[in-house]
């Protein structure tokens, strides 16, 4: 049995339909990952086709240390305790990529005692924490050490058994098995489900495996169109837009999410999304009828087909000092007084609050 060397996908050639396939009887990735790797082409989803039970069937079945990845910019959704938890007890070490999209004043103790706070709030037991930088431009450069940091934790915490690297889809795994590897053998694109079974890998004295990227349910990743992931997924450093707000206001990110801010004495409202999303503001006793009109026109990309795929989500207290977190569309960072927020999102899209990251 012959699997793709970019996806882990068994190898076929008799249908074109079916994952694996390949023309060639020799050849060692299928069409897909050859499309994928010169034309950045999906030509199928199959993100609603990888079960997260099957793959961790297999990991637990492994004697690894679990490198758990997780997406700096899009953490909430990568950090489900509930996910962690199917792992079976098995030591995890987190590498958070993507450190290279937020502001480079937030610093990495910043970062760290972020992610220490989340994971302890969410009873989720690490055994480390590697922060990574740009592994796509700059993987090894001598101004980023994420690799080798990476490589000594490993060293440090594996005892003797293998490594599985897991994580939800587009957090950055097979990029940063690529890298770890110093070679481009795994398939890469913003496309879910690019990884599509585990893939073994013998790498010093040991076996490094990739594995097929979970979904989550409640990101906006999971149900967009392919075809507006290059505007959702951020490639360059974000740009914080800053709203000084009064009285009542209202945030429209897209067509996939609304902020309506009640009250605001003083208020900044920082915007962390992808520099692609156009954000409009305007008042709140005006929002219904914005999106009654115009979502999916000037609203627009759109998860939603009306405003019935709609709920709207209240919360009334302090949120001085929070952000109000999308799954996989980003976040607003609050400071001043409101006395209450409406966030307005497709029904299949959650929405958590924190205390503030950066």
Known sequence: MRKCQGC??????EDAKKIGYTPKSDALICQRCFRLTH???AMVSYRQGI????????????????????????????????????????????AATKRDLLPRSVGYDKISNFIVRRCKE???????????????????????????????AIKVLRKGRDVVMMGMANAGKSTLVNALLDRSQITTSPHPGTT?????????????YDTPGLLANGSVLTYCDDSDLKKLIPHKPIKPIVYQLKGNQSLSIGGYARVDLWGCEGVSATC???????????????????????LGKELSPTISKDLSDLKKMTY????DGQDIVIFGLGFVCVRGKVNKVDVVVDEKVSVTFRKAMI
Do not use: T
């Open 8 to 13: 882990g996908a068994v190898l076929q050639s």
């Open 39 to 41: 034309y950045n082409d």
């Open 51 to 94: 079960s997260a039970d099957e793959v961790f069937q297999k990991v637990n079945q492994l004697d690894a240390l679990i490198c758990y990845v997780v997406d700096l910019f899009d953490f909430e959704a990568g950090l489900f305790s509930r996910i962690m938890a199917r792992s079976k007890n098995k030591e995890i070490l987190l």
């Open 122 to 152: 969410e009873g989720i037991d690490l055994k480390g924490v590697v922060v990574v930088e740009d592994l796509v431009h700059h993987a090894k450069s001598d101004n980023n050490p994420s690799v080798e940091n990476l490589v000594e």
């Open 196 to 208: 599509l079974d585990l893939i073994e890998i013998e790498y010093e004295d040991f076996k490094l």
């Open 272 to 294: 962390y999304f992808s520099n692609e999303m156009k954000i409009h503001r305007g008042k709140c006793e005006k929002a219904d009828e914005l999106w009654q009109n115009h």
């Open 316 to 319: 009334q207290g302090n949120i």
